[in-house]
């Protein structure tokens, strides 16, 4: 059998194909510009294989809820051209195939918890921080949707004392994404994130916001890890940043897993939202097999 799998990304849509097994037959990176120019060299690429089932993770937002008259659409998504556009109906008129449908975070934690650093485990919240911020839940080993999807990367946090930043997001201003995605970084110092040396204020200013969100997290879902991906946290000396800060904050109220063991860098690295969007492919032919 030959699985499918894409990962639209705000840059660049990554396509590949697979065995039953994962084995990668082909992998494609195609630009993100317009959905002419962008579909309609997806649609190439899937031409070339029979293919029995497509997992798609897209950046979104999304519409998840099957009952929607929306449903299978990017919505209100900064990017403009990509705006109330119908992904999976456009996929649908080439490629007559059951097809998994999600964020492009929830895929990444999906690859996470089932081939990556979560494997063994119940539950986890994956989190890329990069040029926005945004996080994928999976519980009882099931990717979470209720009428939309999580969009945990816009809670809102507090400002920190020292911060005079207004905050980055059109939408919310200081919200995660708004005070601590890596446009918000660039914004506030003036340089992006990888200039900074690792003694820089910048990072404790991180640390801050991103442990306010995992101890939110923590309180609400519990998952069994907390795995970060995203360019922004390739900065490894944050980790022990957030460490800390996330006990300051917790302040003992719950007892949680050694931190060093719950707030973990990502596995699969550039693979999780590929890998993820196969599994759901994989699981989207199961499912109609059992119907």
């Known amino acids: 059998m030959i699985f499918g799998a894409i990962e639209a990304g705000g840059t660049k849509f990554v396509c590949a194909v697979s065995d039953e097994n994962l084995q990668i037959l082909e992998r494609s990176s195609i630009p993100t510009t317009t959905p002419e120019k962008t579909m309609t060299k997806v649609i190439e690429f899937f031409s070339k294989y029979d ?11 999304i519409d998840v809820n099957p009952t ?27 490629f007559d195939v059951p097809y998994g449908w999600t964020t492009d975070v929830n895929a990444a934690a999906y690859g996470e918890i089932k081939k990556g650093v979560a494997f063994g485990s119940n539950s986890c919240i994956y989190i890329t921080v990069g040029t926005g911020i945004g996080a994928g ?11 939309g999807h999580p969009e945990a990367g816009h809670i809102l946090v507090r400002r920190h004392s020292d911060d005079q930043f207004e905050g980055n997001c059109p939408f919310h201003h200081d919200c995660l994404e ?24 910048a990072w404790e200013l991180e640390a801050y916001y991103l442990a306010q969100a995992l101890v939110n997290y923590t309180l609400t879902v519990s998952p069994d890890k907390i795995i970060f991906g995203g360019g922004v ?10 460490y800390q800060e996330f006990d300051r904050l917790m302040n003992d109220y719950v007892e949680t897993p050694l931190l060093e063991e719950y707030i ?4 699969l690295g550039d693979n999780a939202g590929i890998t993820g969007c196969l599994l759901l492919a994989i699981d989207a032919l199961e499912k109609k097999l059992q119907n």
Request: contains cysteine.
């Open 51 to 61: 293919v029995d089932a497509i997992g798609i993770g897209s950046f979104g937002p």
């Open 68 to 94: 929607s008259a929306t449903y299978g659409y990017i919505t209100k998504t900064p990017k403009v051209a990509w705006q109330n556009y119908p992904f999976l109906a456009e996929m649908k008129k080439h």
């Open 137 to 147: 839940i999976v519980v009882d080993n099931q990717v979470i949707h209720g009428f």
């Open 178 to 201: 708004g005070m601590a995605a890596g446009p918000a970084i660039e914004k506030r110092f003036e340089k992006k994130a990888q200039e900074l040396g690792e003694d820089h204020k």
């Open 233 to 242: 946290m390739k900065q490894t000396q944050l980790f022990p940043l957030i």
């Open 264 to 267: 973990v860098p990502c596995q």
